[in-house]
């Protein structure tokens, strides 16, 4: 089973909300519109603020619902982790759209909501803040993936969720590296912005 799980959590993973939410909308396909990303913040900008909170509740839930689901299932904190690892992946890189997906902030927020959920809390409320304050997505994201492995390290310190936490890290740095060049050149779009 510690093979079947993360696989069942990468094709869960591998359903884009985005692309669900804008054809239940009737909206343009996120990956043609906008900044291209299948994700949140691009629904925002052209779909508006229901169709936002419909994606950002689709991709947290999926992170959610595995891991609660494999945690019923396969009581073995290594499973958990690679079920995080799997649905996280599927949301990055869907095997139903040619590996081309968003960049896994809400479903990342999603399986630390459950694994370890005062880690989710505090990934919440720095989102919430960093936004607040400054107005850029990307921006809230980077720092609250960035703060994530210290956060594990206060509040679970065991290894596997460390490797996991750094894993996410080092990927959604990664995924947002386009959004890294916009920020320092002064031209990354903000939040509220079409």
């Known amino acids: 089973m510690i093979y079947v799980w993360p696989v069942f959590a990468y094709l869960v993973g591998s359903v884009p909300m ?3 939410v804008a054809r239940l909308f009737r909206l343009p396909d996120p990956r043609t ?9 691009n629904i925002l900008r052209y779909g508006g603020k229901v169709a936002a909170a419909a994606t950002l509740s689709g991709d947290v839930l999926k992170g959610a619902v595995v891991i609660t689901v494999v ?5 073995d904190p290594l ?4 079920s995080g690892l799997g649905v996280f992946l599927g ?5 139903f759209f040619r590996f081309q997906g968003g960049k896994g902030v809400a479903t990342a927020l999603g399986v630390w909501l459950v694994l370890v959920p005062w880690v989710g809390l505090l990934l919440l409320v720095t989102w919430i803040a960093v936004a607040a304050a400054f ?3 990307s921006l809230a994201a980077l720092v609250a993936a960035c703060l994530a492995p210290l956060y594990v390290l206060w509040f679970a310190p065991i290894g596997v969720y460390v490797v996991l936490s750094v894993v996410m890290m080092a990927l959604l740095v990664w995924r947002h590296r386009g959004n890294i060049r916009k920020l320092l050149a002064g031209t990354e779009g903000r939040i509220g912005a079409r």
């Open 18 to 20: 985005a692309i669900v």
């Open 135 to 137: 107005r850029y997505s």
């Open 91 to 95: 949301h990055l890189y869907p095997v």
């Open 79 to 82: 499973v958990w982790v690679l």
């Open 33 to 41: 519109t906008g900044s291209h990303n299948p994700g949140t913040t």
């Open 71 to 75: 945690r019923i299932a396969a009581p």
